[in-house]
């Protein structure tokens, strides 16, 4: 009897989520593929760190907040965050550094995207993911005084511009 509630209550669930799933409207899809694509995640965060996305809010960092495609990365003195990208990426951002993510896109299926860094001032770090390993010429970083292609894994840039 315990084994036949049990199937019961599971059939139910489905039979739930499946009528759930049949009632969403059709405008859901598409709303949901308008929305910006989230290009990864802040693993940690040391003193004031401040986030700057695309439409200008700006919000303090924490460890686990999403990172859009197109966010602004402001680190106070002695102050550092680490960002994980979706295709694997780390950028350690030290202090008293502005680093914005002008452009990411990335393709867990097919491995495909590409990405710029432009680094206002201070030092970051690039340790890269699937995307510099699979093609190296699709990762750019910007200075104010250079555009460095990538062909390393592991790199440090340091700039001294001003915002």
Do not use: Y
């Not at 199937?7 to 009528?19: D, E, F, N, P």
């Not at 680190?75 to 914005?100: C, E, H, K, Q, W």
């Amino acid at each position: 009897m315990k084994k036949f509630l049990t199937a019961a209550l599971g059939l139910a669930i489905v039979g739930a989520a499946t009528l759930a799933q049949a009632q969403v409207p059709a405008a859901a899809p598409a709303a949901a593929a308008a929305a910006p694509q989230q290009a990864g995640f802040v693993k940690t965060v040391r003193g004031n760190v401040q986030l700057l996305d695309s439409a200008g809010a700006t919000r303090t960092a924490a460890p686990g907040d999403a990172l859009g495609a197109v966010d602004r990365i402001v680190t106070g003195p002695d102050s550092s965050a680490a960002v994980v990208l979706r295709d694997n990426t780390t950028l350690m951002v030290g202090p008293s550094s502005r680093m914005d993510l002008k452009e990411f896109h990335f393709d867990g299926t097919t491995r495909d995207g590409g990405m710029l860094v432009s680094l206002l001032r201070g030092s970051m770090r690039m340790i890269t993911g699937l995307i510099g390993k699979t093609n190296p010429d699709a990762v750019r970083v910007e200075t104010q005084t250079a555009t460095i292609g990538i062909r390393g894994t592991d790199f440090i840039v340091q700039t001294d511009g001003q915002p």
